[in-house]
Every structure is written in C-alpha cells, then in structure tokens.
T-cell receptor
Framework: NAGVTQTPKFQVLKTGQSMTLQCAQD?????MSWYRQDPGMGLRLIHY???????DQGEVPNGYNVSRSTTEDFPLRLLSAAPSQTSVYFC???????????FGQGTRLTVV | AQKVTQAQTEISVVEKEDVTLDCVYE???????LFWYKQPPSGELVFLIR??????QNEISGRYSWNFQKSTSSFNFTITASQVVDSAVYFC????????????FGTGTSLTVIP
C-alpha cells in the first residue's frame, strides 16, 4: 500500500503560471482534502471531497480549483499563481468523516 | 474565534525530561472527536491518537499519554522521558460530526528535545 501520494515534492512557479498538484490514494477512502500549511497558522483547509463527483470549499479556497472524477485522485489546480500561494500543501484522505486522516508527504511550492 | 488553541508555540526540554503540550478546544456539539498529529522535521504528518467526546478515560501508549478533560475543554499530551526523536511540531485537531469540512487544527507546538 502506497497510502497517499503527492507529486511533485517541490515546485517553483512564476507569478501568473498555472499548475496542478497531484494527489492519489489507494486505500479506497471516500473523503479527501487539501490543506496548506503556513508558519504560525497551522493547517488550513482549501477544498475537500466526500466522494467522487462531490467537492466543496474549505476555509481558504480562493485561487484554487479541484475536481474528483475518481475515488483515487483529487488534483488541486492553481489557476494563476501568486506569491501569497507560497506554502506547503498537504493532501489527506480518510475512510470517513471524523476518522484519522492519512497525509501525503507534502508539496513545497514557491511562487516568485 | 479559534476552535483549537495551542498556546505554546515553542517548547525546549532537555532529554529525559517530561513535557506536556496543551490543547484547548471549543465546540457546542456533545459529540466530537479530538486528534493529535506529529510532524517531524522530515515534514510528513503522523497520526497519534483519536478520542471521542464520550470517552474521558486517559490513554497511555508507551511514553505518550493523553489527558482529556471535558470540564476544561482540554486534551493535553504528555511525553515522559523525552528523547531527541520526539523533536517535532505537534498539532491538536477537532472534528465535529455534522461538519463535512473535517478538521480544525491548532497552530501547533514546536518541541525541541536537547540532548
């Protein structure tokens, strides 16, 4: 079992560029989510999905899009990167709500 | 308002000392879940414990123990005889059953264990 796999691990973008952070899990979890981690702010929820075809916004969704066409994959798209999106991004999955979340290794994104 | 407060931003202890990490939460639900996660310097987030609101029994797992007190809305984490490998950022989190946006995370406590 690979668990939750995120790619890439590191990325540098120029302001205005777009990109997709990939997230895949092989545990057949229904619930998946994306967080960003910034110094002193803990983890903040960007978007989440309770199953294939269903997504919703979290606390800080602006500038990000998601889709969930399969149970396994939950990509996060940055539409037009801004320096404020410099952060560490984590994808997580859990079997159901209120259970432990399994996190990916994280993606360190720098926008210059 | 913060739903999960970890007032200790950074703590340093000398190896073999005991250390307690504080977590105070806020919720109106009678059913809820509390979690602790560890983030070592390598960056991944590791699940440590999940506790539901109806189980106030303290839990011990090796050198780790958790003290859940509903009366003070706290879920504190104690490491006994700390080791260098315990150096990490520790996050407390709250989950409410009728909210689909999963966790409210605290801002984390950075623990440094000095050899």
């Amino acid at each position: 079992n690979a668990g939750v796999t995120q790619t890439p691990k590191f990325q540098v973008l120029k302001t205005g560029q777009s990109m997709t952070l990939q997230c895949a899990q092989d545990m057949n979890h229904e619930y998946m989510s994306w967080y960003r981690q910034d110094p002193g702010m803990g983890l903040r929820l960007i978007h989440y999905s309770v199953g294939a075809g269903i997504t919703d916004q979290g606390e800080v969704p602006n500038g990000y899009n998601v889709s969930r066409s399969t149970t396994e994959d939950f990509p996060l798209r940055l539409l037009s990167a801004a320096p404020s999106q410099t952060s560490v991004y984590f994808c997580a999955s859990s079997y159901e709500l209120n259970t432990e979340a399994f996190f990916g290794q994280g993606t360190r994104l720098t926008v210059v | 308002a913060q739903k999960v407060t970890q007032a200790q931003t950074e703590i340093s202890v000398v190896e073999k000392e005991d250390v307690t990490l504080d977590c105070v939460y806020e919720t109106r639900d009678t059913t809820y879940y509390l979690f602790w996660y560890k983030q070592p310097p390598s960056g991944e987030l590791v699940f440590l414990i999940r506790r539901n609101s109806f189980d106030e029994q303290n839990e011990i797992s090796g050198r780790y123990s958790w003290n859940f007190q509903k009366s003070t809305s706290s879920f504190n984490f104690t490491i006994t005889a700390s080791q260098v490998v315990d150096s990490a950022v520790y996050f407390c989190a709250l989950s409410e059953p009728f909210r689909r946006d999963q966790f409210y995370f605290g801002t984390g406590t950075s623990l440094t264990v000095i050899p």
